[in-house]
């Protein structure tokens, strides 16, 4: 697999701030099929006194199936983050395409839906209760509920 880098050199960092704007591939976020355009990102980089303070932003389309009714989906992720480094040591230059990775994939929702107002499927038919309503949803009788049992309580 091919090794993504982002490499920030401390000495020109003492002189002036780093600004870099690049994209890779969506290997770069060792994810399987479900990354569908380039990573793009941007950042600046400047010293302080403490460490490294990196300001930037990132951009990537995700493929996945929506968690109510699915449907594939393909969702914009885009973030914003602020990275500080402050343990430098004495090297010359730092790697930084880890941090950068771990930002994106933060961003990524734990659960894609297709819409705000996805109406998801029937819990008994199964049915996409986007494309229309079921006649199970009348006739199936109530499931029991697991708090039935507080009721018969003294």
């Known amino acids: 697999m091919k090794?993504?880098?982002?490499k920030l050199s401390i000495s020109?960092?003492?002189?002036?701030?780093?600004s870099i704007s690049d994209s890779f591939d969506a290997a770069f976020l060792e994810l399987e099929n479900s990354v569908a355009s380039p990573v793009?990102?941007?950042?600046?980089a400047?010293?302080?006194?403490?460490g490294i303070v990196i300001r930037g932003n990132a951009s990537v389309k995700i493929n996945g199936?929506?968690?109510?009714c699915l449907e594939p989906v393909t969702q914009d992720i885009e973030t914003e983050y602020t990275i500080m480094l402050d343990?430098?040591?004495?090297?010359?230059?730092?790697d930084i395409s880890d941090y950068?990775?771990?930002?994106?994939?933060?961003?990524?929702p734990a659960n894609i839906i297709c819409s705000d107002n996805?109406?998801?499927l029937c819990p008994y038919c199964g049915i996409n209760l986007n494309n229309g309503l079921c006649k199970c949803r009348d006739s199936a009788p109530a499931a029991p509920s697991p708090w039935d049992k507080l009721d018969e309580l003294k």
Do not use: M, P, T, W
């Open 65 to 68: 199936e929506c968690g109510r």
């Open 12 to 18: 020109r960092l003492e002189k002036e701030n780093i």
């Open 87 to 94: 343990e430098l040591g004495n090297a010359d230059e730092i």
């Open 3 to 6: 090794k993504y880098s982002v």
């Open 40 to 44: 793009n990102f941007s950042f600046e």
């Open 46 to 50: 400047q010293l302080h006194a403490s």
């Open 100 to 108: 950068i990775r771990e930002e994106i994939l933060l961003a990524f």
């Open 118 to 120: 996805c109406a998801g």
